[in-house]
C-alpha cells in the first residue's frame, strides 16, 4: 500500500473561509498534519468579508482524501463546496477524440473529401491495395486491442473497465511517437474470437499493439495473429517490458563493472513479462539464468508445461537448480521480479553477490522493499515513479512502432527487440549514467527518436 500522497489520488476542494491573514497558513498546516500535501492554492472571489479559495491537495488514497477534506471543515469559520477528483475530470467524457486533417468549408471540398472525388480514391484501392498505406489512415494507425484480462495491477476487470487504460495508452503513442492509435477493447477472452475480431479489422490498421491480456491466452493470440497479418504484432506487456529491462541491464551492468555473458540472473515470473524477458535477455548473451514462479523452478520434469514454459526451462537453470526464490538469491548476480508484492527482505537481497542489480517491478508493491533492497544491492530498479529508475513501457513502445511504421515493416524481430534495448541504453551518456540513473526520462525527446531509428534501420536491413 502507499504511504505517501500522490497526484494520482489528488482532490480540488473549493473552500469558504474569513478574509483573515493568517488563512493560508491554517488551512496548509490543517492539510500537512492530516498527512497531505498542497500543491496549489488559488483565490476564486474575494469580499469584505469572505474569501472563495480553491485548495488542491495530494492523498495517499480515495480515504485519505476524504479525511483531508474533514480536516479542512473542522477549521473554526471554513465551509466546503465542491470537491473535484482530478484524475476523474481528466478523464471527463474521455481521453481521445477524431478530428479532420482537411477543412470541409466548400462544396468543391465537400466533393473531393466525399462523394463523387472519393470513388477514385476507393477504386485506385481496389486495384491496387498498397495505396492504402498512403491514401488513408493506415499508414500512422495503430490498434490497442485488449479484452480486458490483465489490465495493470487490476487483474480480469473486463473490457469496459479497461477502455480509460487503453485510451491513456493511445494519449501515449501520440505523445511520444505521433501515431494515431485507437482503443480495441473487445467483449471476450476466447482465443477463437479474438484472433478473428482482430484479423477482420486489421485492413484499418499499420500495427497491432496487444494490452493487457493474461498469460497464456496472450501467447497464442500473438503467435496467431503474426501468422495471420501481414503487419506487425507487439504485446507490449511481453515485449515492451523486455525491451526496457534489457536496456536498464545493460546500462546497471556498466555501473558495476560486470557483463552479461557472465552474471547470474534470477528472475521470479514466468507470465507474459517473465517469459518475453528471460528471451530477450537470452537473446543478449546471458547464459546462467534460473526462472520461477508460483510453482517453483521453471524445469524440464515439472509437469504440465506449457509451450512456453517448456522453452524456458529448456533454455535456462544450466546449474540445475531446485531450491526456493530466497535460495536462488544467494550469490546471484541479477534478481528480477515481475511477480508478486513482498515476497523478499533486505536480508534475501544481502545474500547475493557483490555489486547486485535488484529490478523488483511488481505494482504498486514491489517484491520487495526498494529502500530495504537499496542497503545491500548497488542498482535498484521499480515500476515506480516515486522511486528512481522507473521501468517504464512508455520508453519502448512509441518509438518500436514508429520505427516500424516508418519502415513499413510487415513483421517484428527479435533483432528489432535488441536494437531498440540498444538505443535506449544508449540515450543515457556515460557522464549522466550513475546508480540512480540507468534509464533515461520518459520526457526526454531522444528517447522515442534513438528507438525508432534503431527499429527502423532493423526492419530496413532485415529485407535487404
Known sequence: MATTPSVSYSITVRLEVPAR??????????????????????????????????????????????????????LDGVSIGKISDRTFLMHLGGKIEIQPKVPVRTRDDLSMIYTPGVARVCLAIA?????????????????VVTDGSAVLGLGNIGPSAALPVMEGKAVLFKRFGGIDAFPI??????????????????????????????????????????????IPVF????????????????????????????????????GAAGSAIVRLLAAAGARDLVVLDVDGVVAPDRVGLDDDLRWIAEHTNPRGYTGTLRGALAGADVFIGVSAPNLLTGADIATMAQGSIVFALANPEPEVDPVAAAEHAAVVATGRSDFSNQINNVLAFPGVFRGLLDAVSRTITTEMLLAAARALAGVVSDEELNAFFVVPSVFNPDVATSVASAVREAALGARG
Not at 24 to 50: C, K, M
Not at 194 to 218: K, M, S, T, Y
Not at 246 to 263: D, F, H, M, R, Y
Open 21 to 74: 491573514a493568517n488563512v493560508v497558513s491554517l488551512l496548509t498546516t490543517a492539510v500537512e498534519r492530516a498527512g497531505g500535501v498542497v500543491t496549489a492554492l488559488d483565490v476564486a472571489a474575494s469580499g469584505h468579508e469572505r474569501l472563495r479559495i480553491d485548495v488542491t491537495v495530494a492523498a495517499i488514497d480515495s480515504e485519505h482524501a476524504s479525511r483531508l477534506t474533514q480536516a479542512l471543515a473542522a
Open 127 to 143: 486495384e491496387n491495395p498498397e495505396d492504402a498505406r498512403r491514401l488513408t489512415i493506415k499508414r500512422n494507425t495503430v490498434a
Open 185 to 230: 477493447c473487445l467483449d471476450t477472452q476466447d482465443v477463437d474470437e479474438i484472433v478473428r475480431a482482430v484479423q477482420l479489422i486489421a485492413p484499418v490498421f499499420a500495427g497491432i499493439n496487444l494490452e493487457d491480456i493474461a498469460a497464456p491466452r496472450c501467447f497464442e493470440v500473438e503467435r496467431r495473429l503474426r501468422e495471420l497479418l501481414d
Open 235 to 270: 504485446h507490449d506487456d511481453q515485449h515492451g517490458t523486455a525491451i526496457v529491462v534489457l536496456a536498464a541491464l545493460t546500462n546497471a551492468l556498466k555501473v558495476v563493472g560486470k557483463s552479461i555473458e557472465a552474471v547470474r540472473v534470477v528472475v521470479s515470473g514466468a
